[in-house]
């Protein structure tokens, strides 16, 4: 039996990237006072947090909007930690100038099968070659030959000019065109078995965090920045600006909106198998 005095703890799992370090800043550096709740973070890639998120693994896990459709048994989505790019997305980038209508012929390199980007782009072109690299190689696979494009995101939809590449289409510059929507990439959710009590003030210590970061920018992203994979000050602050945004502290009728669209015109493309409804705590 559980007594007042005894420490919970409460496993929160999220990517080892400059945005999530940057939202769990308040929590990981103990600046929030979660009196006998306890948080130890796991830091693991997204497509490896969508495939343990599965077999319900972590208490609270950033996952993409594409993976909570196989987890939505075990999982429900917080009301705060998203990431979504209002008129922007992950890109996909080619060796040379193609067209968006080229693609069904294009061999792409994508971070991973569960992510909301290879959702969107399924959504965007049904039919397309695909090759499962890590997100952060996939830069190397075009300039390589080893993919004819490649679906960018993190940090590489800042700099993949630099690289020589020619971005094909951004997807959430299609996807706002297209839905006047914003497009969802990912979110916390939270094991449903953990219980209402423990799962609202869960919520609340990590809708603090956010604020807390957003409150403190300054420290907040010094924080990040060692997560920031070879990103100079200047390029985190404007990768976290894109993600870790008004949005982010909540996501309003129009951002839940935008989850269930993107859910739906999976499930009307076959993409994800069956009708899912975005179930968010609260």
């Known amino acids: 039996?559980?007594?007042?005095?005894?420490?919970?703890?409460?496993?929160?799992?999220?990517?080892?990237?400059?945005?999530?370090a940057f939202m769990f800043y308040?929590?990981?550096?103990?600046?929030?006072?979660?009196?006998?709740?306890?948080?130890?973070?796991?830091?693991?890639?997204?497509?490896?947090?969508?495939?343990?998120?599965?077999?319900?693994v972590y208490d609270v896990s950033a996952i993409s909007f594409h993976a909570y459709a196989y987890v939505n048994d075990k999982y429900a989505l917080l009301p705060h930690g998203a990431s979504i790019g209002e008129g922007y997305g992950p890109i996909v980038v080619a060796r040379e100038p193609r067209a968006v209508e080229e693609i069904p012929k294009l061999k792409v390199a994508v971070p991973g099968t569960m992510t909301s980007a290879f959702l969107a782009l399924r959504i965007l072109s049904p039919e397309f070659e695909h090759v499962v690299v890590p997100f952060d190689r996939i830069i190397d696979a075009v300039r390589d030959g080893a993919a004819d494009a490649g679906l960018l995101i993190h940090e590489g939809q800042l700099f993949y000019q630099e690289m020589g590449l020619h971005k094909v289409v951004?997807?959430?510059?299609?996807?706002?065109?297209?839905?006047?929507?914003?497009?969802?990439?990912?979110?916390?959710?939270?094991?449903?078995?953990?219980?209402?009590?423990?799962?609202?003030?869960?919520?609340?210590?990590?809708?603090?965090?956010i604020q807390y970061s957003l409150d403190n920018r300054r420290d907040a992203l010094a924080y990040a920045m060692q997560f920031a994979r070879d990103m100079d000050t200047e390029l985190a602050d404007r990768f976290v600006g894109m993600w870790v945004n008004q949005l982010t502290l909540d996501y309003t009728e129009r951002g839940r909106l935008a989850v269930q669209r993107l859910l739906d015109e999976g499930a009307a493309r076959g993409v994800i198998p069956h009708r899912v409804t975005a179930d968010f705590v609260g």
């Open 1 to 20: 039996m559980t007594t007042a005095t005894e420490t919970r703890t409460i496993t929160v799992a999220h990517s080892p990237d400059s945005d999530d």
């Open 170 to 209: 951004d997807l959430g510059e299609w996807w706002k065109e297209w839905t006047g929507l914003p497009l969802p990439m990912g979110g916390n959710a939270v094991r449903r078995d953990l219980g209402a009590e423990t799962i609202k003030r869960v919520s609340a210590y990590l809708h603090e965090s």
């Open 26 to 56: 308040g929590l990981a550096t103990n600046k929030i006072d979660t009196g006998d709740m306890r948080f130890e973070h796991v830091l693991e890639d997204i497509q490896t947090l969508n495939e343990k998120a599965t077999r319900g």
